[in-house]
């Protein structure tokens, strides 16, 4: 008998106690903001999305080996001796064309592994948050400076010498066994059947 | 051709003993008699076969209990998961130790801090790393409190909401959102940090970070005693909280229970305190253990305090470690990273840390190159929530949302 008074008692005494609390916080400020009007200003180093700047970019590949997710697709071609391509904002000499920088942003976990390896600074998190896409393939950010035109003439470039290169290797190695069946008793250094 | 790939017995667990199925048969065949089985059961009396599927907002995550009612009593749970599964130990069979950590904070979102600590600790013993620096030691354990005090917020306000009162679960996140405001000017993001890595930091604290977070904890002492009297004091939310979920000592730890979910029970075990890692043993501060003041001892109650007396605790701690910090102030904390992280063929190493949800472990095995052989977790809230069907046997639907809340699970821990 005296426990179900009690409880109703100490029911609406602690209930009143929560509602005194509940009270002073309406004389508070708000602490909720009007997004989109009102937004938060993000500290310096915030993770937002990745922004690769490539014209210092020397295609190192260090970004894509640290990614551990794999999401950060690089292609370059290796500049003739006379080509001059200048140097970096850090001075580091640039010897590649970066023909293809891709970022899978739809793969990438922002865990800032990538720009933490980049010796040119030239890939950075923005603090850009709001970067929703209506189809999967805007989702592919393209950071390489070069049109398709080029990169494709860069690329065939590269295969013609590496093809050249071949045909020189094989033509030289032709001549030898060329020029020791038909010249002079071959010497040995070995006897044969040894 | 598929005979010989169920050859093994597997064992489908039942009150009275097991009962063993044969796996020679195919699994479609399986699966039909298992039903069977549980049809039969259910279609006795009243009995009932409900889902209380992946989706849905109080089970914390994507978690699909298969409840078997008697009305609204609840007469068996069966937890059924894997909807969160996402292959962490495949991945970090195939990437090098350091990019492994950003995998460990997603394991359990919610305190990413101390995942990360967990595994930098185990490869920190792998390669046989002892000596840190004071400053890198003193921010990895404000890090992680300030982790367990955001955590264990969500906790207590997710269980107000369970419980029905919504004010709480907002004045919670309000004081998260503080905290998650520091560790994003400390870091670079609000909730997955790669932070702690392994042999040290991945950045430089910034100048007045400290300043700030004592500021926090000047804020927030004062609101913890406002939530206590908004909730935790309330009589009706006492009175409901008190019979519903007990969990006696010896069934938590048969089935392997840490953290909150066993102190609330009344056993003391705190990693923290009895297999001290990192400075812990350099700090003054209180294990909290269930007592049973209002009711049956391991209540879902008993838990809930144990995580607002955790609180404060933590908060203790991190006054502590505030003042250790401001002694070391000028160090490196990436000075003790390694270059290269290959451990020796066949080393292997077994670390458990003491993150907000109980006890966290990862075995780690090498073999002699860049990638790890074996990454293994040992997730606390798997355990913790294979006690479900026990303590919710007799209750009803409302009870059983309470004690999943009670139990605080996070889906990602349990499926990795």
Same mark, same amino acid.
């Given at each position: 008998? =005296?426990?179900?008074?009690?409880?109703?008692?100490?029911?609406?005494?602690?209930?009143?106690?929560?509602?005194?609390?509940?009270?002073?916080?309406?004389?508070?400020?708000?602490?909720?903001?009007?997004?989109?009007?009102?937004?938060?200003?993000?500290?310096?180093?915030?993770?937002? +999305?990745?922004?690769?700047?490539?014209?210092?970019?020397?295609?190192?590949?260090?970004?894509? *080996?640290?990614?551990?997710?794999?999401?950060?697709?690089?292609?370059? =071609?290796?500049?003739?001796?006379?080509?001059?391509?200048?140097?970096?904002?850090?001075?580091?000499? #640039?010897?590649?064309?970066?023909? $293809?920088?891709?970022?899978?942003?739809?793969?990438?976990?922002?865990?800032?592994?990538?720009?933490?390896?980049?010796?040119?600074?030239?890939?950075?998190?923005?603090?850009?948050? @709001?970067?929703?896409?209506?189809? $999967?393939?805007? !989702?592919?950010? &393209?950071?390489?400076?070069?049109?398709?035109?080029?990169?494709?003439?860069?690329?065939?470039?590269?295969?013609?010498?590496?093809?050249?290169?071949?045909?020189?290797?094989?033509?030289?190695?032709?001549?030898?066994?060329?020029?020791?069946?038909?010249?002079?008793?071959?010497?040995?250094?070995?006897?044969?059947?040894? | 051709?598929?005979?010989?790939?169920?050859?093994?017995?597997?064992?489908?667990?039942?009150?009275?003993?097991?009962?063993?199925?044969?796996?020679?048969?195919?699994?479609?065949?399986?699966?039909?008699?298992?039903?069977?089985?549980?049809?039969?059961?259910?279609?006795?009396?009243?009995?009932?076969?409900?889902?209380?599927?992946?989706? &849905?907002?109080?089970?914390?995550?994507?978690?699909?209990?298969?409840?078997?009612?008697?009305?609204?009593?609840?007469?068996?749970?069966?937890?059924?998961?894997?909807?969160?599964? *996402?292959?962490?130990?495949?991945?970090?069979?195939?990437?090098?130790?350091?990019?492994?950590?950003?995998?460990?904070?997603?394991?359990?979102?919610?305190?990413?801090?101390?995942?990360?600590?967990?595994?930098?600790?185990?490869?920190?013993?792998?390669?046989?790393?002892?000596?840190?620096?004071?400053?890198?030691?003193?921010?990895?354990?404000?890090?992680?409190?300030?982790?367990?005090?955001?955590? &264990?917020?969500?906790?207590?306000?997710?269980?107000?909401?369970?419980?029905?009162?919504?004010?709480?679960?907002?004045?919670?996140?309000?004081?998260?959102?503080?905290?998650?405001?520091?560790?994003?000017?400390?870091?670079?993001?609000?909730?997955?940090?790669?932070?702690?890595?392994? !042999?040290?930091?991945?950045?430089?604290?910034?100048?007045?970070?400290?300043?700030?977070?004592?500021?926090?904890?000047?804020?927030?002492?004062?609101?913890?005693?406002?939530?206590?009297?908004?909730?935790?004091?309330?009589?009706?939310? +006492?009175?409901?909280?008190?019979?519903?979920?007990?969990?006696?000592?010896?069934?938590?730890?048969?089935?392997?229970?840490?953290?909150?979910?066993?102190? !609330?029970?009344?056993?003391?075990?705190?990693?923290?305190?009895?297999?001290?890692?990192?400075?812990?043993?350099?700090?003054?501060?209180?294990?909290?253990?269930?007592?049973?003041?209002?009711?049956?001892?391991?209540?879902?109650?008993?838990?809930?305090?144990?995580? +607002? @007396?955790?609180?404060?605790?933590? =908060?203790?701690? #991190?006054?502590?470690?505030?003042?250790?910090?401001?002694?070391?102030?000028?160090?490196?904390? $990436?000075?003790?990273?390694?270059?290269?992280?290959?451990?020796?063929?066949?080393?292997?190493?077994?670390?458990?840390?003491?993150?907000? *949800?109980?006890?966290?472990?990862?075995?780690?095995?090498?073999?002699?190159?860049?990638?790890?052989? *074996?990454?293994?977790?040992?997730?606390?809230?798997?355990?913790?929530?294979?006690?479900?069907?026990?303590?919710?046997?007799? !209750?009803? +639907?409302?009870?059983?949302?309470?004690?999943?809340?009670?139990?605080? #699970?996070?889906?990602?821990?349990?499926?990795?």
């Amino acid at each position: 008998m =005296v426990t179900y008074f009690s409880n109703i008692y100490r029911g609406m005494v602690t209930i009143l106690i929560g509602m005194s609390q509940t009270w002073k916080a309406l004389f508070r400020p708000a602490v909720t903001l009007h997004y989109p009007t009102e937004r938060w200003e993000l500290p310096t180093n915030a993770r937002g +999305i990745l922004f690769n700047n490539a014209d210092d970019c020397i295609g190192c590949y260090k970004c894509a *080996r640290a990614c551990p997710v794999n999401c950060i697709y690089i292609d370059t =071609v290796k500049a003739l001796p006379e080509e001059d391509l200048g140097k970096a904002s850090m001075g580091n000499p #640039i010897r590649q064309h970066l023909i $293809r920088f891709d970022i899978d942003m739809f793969k990438c976990c922002f865990c800032d592994d990538c720009t933490l390896v980049c010796p040119t600074e030239c890939l950075y998190m923005t603090d850009e948050y @709001e970067n929703a896409v209506f189809s $999967r393939d805007n !989702g592919i950010y &393209h950071f390489s400076k070069y049109s398709p035109e080029e990169a494709l003439a860069l690329k065939t470039r590269e295969v013609e010498q590496e093809m050249q290169k071949a045909k020189v290797k094989e033509a030289a190695l032709a001549a030898k066994k060329a020029a020791a069946a038909g010249g002079e008793a071959p010497r040995r250094e070995r006897p044969v059947g040894a | 051709m598929f005979g010989n790939m169920f050859k093994k017995k597997r064992y489908l667990f039942e009150d009275e003993g097991v009962m063993v199925v044969d796996m020679d048969q195919t699994a479609g065949r399986y699966y039909d008699e298992a039903m069977k089985k549980l049809e039969i059961e259910s279609y006795q009396g009243d009995e009932m076969v409900v889902n209380m599927g992946p989706q &849905h907002p109080s089970t914390h995550g994507v978690l699909r209990l298969e409840l078997v009612l008697d009305g609204e009593v609840v007469k068996k749970t069966t937890p059924h998961i894997g909807y969160l599964h *996402r292959n962490f130990e495949k991945h970090a069979e195939n990437i090098p130790y350091n990019e492994v950590i950003p995998f460990c904070d997603r394991i359990d979102y919610i305190s990413s801090m101390n995942q990360g600590m967990g595994y930098a600790l185990a490869v920190e013993k792998l390669i046989g790393l002892t000596e840190l620096p004071e400053k890198v030691e003193y921010m990895r354990v404000l890090c992680c409190e300030l982790n367990r005090i955001a955590s &264990h917020l969500i906790a207590i306000g997710t269980f107000g909401l369970d419980v029905g009162a919504i004010t709480p679960f907002l004045w919670a996140f309000r004081d998260r959102e503080q905290i998650l405001d520091l560790l994003e000017w400390l870091t670079g993001a609000r909730m997955l940090y790669n932070y702690i890595w392994v !042999g040290g930091l991945a950045r430089e604290v910034p100048d007045g970070w400290d300043a700030k977070v004592r500021e926090f904890v000047d804020y927030f002492e004062p609101k913890m005693t406002e939530f206590n009297k908004l909730l935790t004091n309330n009589h009706i939310f +006492i009175k409901r909280t008190v019979d519903v979920g007990v969990l006696p000592e010896d069934v938590a730890v048969s089935y392997g229970c840490t953290g909150p979910v066993l102190r !609330g029970s009344g056993v003391k075990w705190d990693l923290r305190k009895d297999e001290p890692y990192s400075y812990y043993d350099k700090f003054e501060f209180d294990v909290p253990v269930g007592e049973g003041k209002f009711g049956p001892l391991g209540s879902v109650l008993d838990r809930y305090l144990v995580r +607002i @007396e955790e609180i404060n605790q933590s =908060v203790r701690i #991190i006054r502590q470690a505030l003042d250790g910090l401001q002694q070391h102030k000028g160090q490196d904390v $990436r000075s003790a990273i390694p270059r290269r992280i290959r451990p020796a063929d066949g080393a292997e190493a077994y670390v458990r840390s003491e993150t907000p *949800r109980g006890e966290l472990g990862y075995l780690i095995r090498s073999d002699g190159t860049d990638v790890p052989s *074996r990454v293994k977790a040992r997730s606390p809230c798997f355990s913790n929530i294979s006690v479900i069907d026990d303590i919710s046997r007799g !209750g009803m +639907i409302a009870d059983l949302v309470i004690i999943i809340g009670s139990l605080d #699970i996070v889906l990602g821990c349990i499926d990795r």
